[in-house]
Nanobody, 122 residues
Framework: QVQLVESGGGLVQPGGSLRLSCAASGFTFSSYWMYWVRQAPGKGLEWVSAINTGGGSTYYADSVKGRFTISRDNAKNTLYLQMNSLKSEDTAVYYC???????????????WGKGTLVTVSS
């Protein structure tokens, strides 16, 4: 029932920008914290960013802080990740995920999308 569908990935040059989207359905989107997680080729999962229900509180991994911006549009049931000043190290499959507990954060990630591939290369 719960569905998370990422989009917006693709090939970009170093220093370029890309905006990822995550379309959510099957749950009350506005009641849940949301997250972005990524997995680079041959590496493990890395938490990237988090956002609270209303969008007023955001959190970032040190590796992306200052370059990435997480946001959400609750009216559209959509989560976003604006990625600027992209580096080759940002190459990864990017996943969006939801928190399992309504109106609370940091409890985990119970549903994930299938991911969208971002490749940063010249």
């Amino acid at each position: 029932q719960v569905q998370l569908v990422e989009s917006g990935g693709g090939l970009v040059q170093p220093g370029g920008s890309l905006r990822l989207s995550c379309a959510a359905s099957g749950f009350t989107f506005s009641s849940y914290w949301m997250y972005w997680v990524r997995q680079a080729p041959g590496k493990g999962l890395e938490w990237v960013s988090a956002i609270n229900t209303g969008g007023g509180s955001t959190y970032y991994a040190d590796s992306v802080k200052g370059r990435f911006t997480i946001s959400r549009d609750n009216a559209k049931n959509t989560l976003y990740l604006q990625m600027n000043s992209l580096k080759s190290e940002d190459t990864a499959v990017y996943y969006c995920a939801k928190d399992p507990l309504s109106r609370a954060g940091w409890y985990g990630m119970d549903y994930w999308g299938k991911g969208t591939l971002v490749t940063v290369s010249s």
